[in-house]
């Protein structure tokens, strides 16, 4: 048998059938960090260099190849094009996009 309290406790619900049930309303904090960047703390492909590229997690061993590519191609457009630079493709996952601007 089902036993309904008349007031919820904080942090769940009842549903049309009597069940309470629980959600968490805060924000998952690594989604909050990676997602919710400041501009001023990304790292922008057109101006940063091999180090700072390096230094973006996930980009390690990769700076130099993104600059020469930045410079025999003009510039970067689309974060996309990053998966162009040599041994690039496929290593790009959201994560490191989050920490990326042009």
Known sequence: MLTLSSSPSKGSEKSLHGAQHSRNLEPDDEATRIFSRP??????????????????????????????????????????????VPGMAGVLDDSIRAQLTV
């Open 39 to 84: 501009e001023e703390l990304m790292t922008d492909l057109n101006s940063a260099s091999a180090e700072q590229l390096d230094a973006v997690e996930g980009l390690k061993g990769h700076g130099y190849e993104i600059v020469r590519y930045r410079g025999e191609r003009g510039g970067f457009s689309e974060l996309r094009q990053l998966d162009e």
